[in-house]
Nanobody, 115 residues
Framework: QVQLVESGGGLVQPGGSLRLSCAVSGSIFRLYFMAWYRQAPGKRRELVATVTSGDSTNYADSVKGRFIISRDNAKNTVYLQMNSLKPEDTAVYYC?????????WGQGTQVTVSS
């Protein structure tokens, strides 16, 4: 069973930055399509950013230019660098790994943007 463990969430003021990490178990991390999602209270889970096994990235319009997704295959870890944070970025952030029809989720990490 693939395990994903997110970390790096917390409370930050508007305009601040946070870096989320997601460590993935197993030996085939380099093959996974990786994504970050988020879910705010009372809202549906939404896709934030993705990175392919070939390092191609894609972003939701709401975070484009502010967030950066990256992966380190040597560390089995995917990152989400979040800059210029806004109150509307407040949500639980989830890491997702996909390969050959399988989809695996982490437990989520809370990000709160507030003054």
């Amino acid at each position: 069973q693939v395990q994903l463990v997110e970390s790096g969430g917390g409370l930050v003021q508007p305009g601040g930055s946070l870096r989320l990490s997601c460590a993935v178990s197993g030996s085939i991390f380099r093959l996974y399509f990786m994504a970050w999602y988020r879910q705010a209270p009372g809202k549906r889970r939404e896709l934030v950013a993705t990175v392919t096994s070939g390092d191609s990235t894609n972003y939701a319009d709401s975070v484009k230019g502010r967030f950066i997704i990256s992966r380190d295959n040597a560390k089995n870890t995917v990152y989400l660098q979040m800059n210029s944070l806004k109150p509307e970025d407040t949500a639980v952030y989830y890491c997702n790994a996909r390969l050959d029809g399988g989809s695996y989720w982490g437990q989520g990490t809370q990000v709160t943007v507030s003054s």
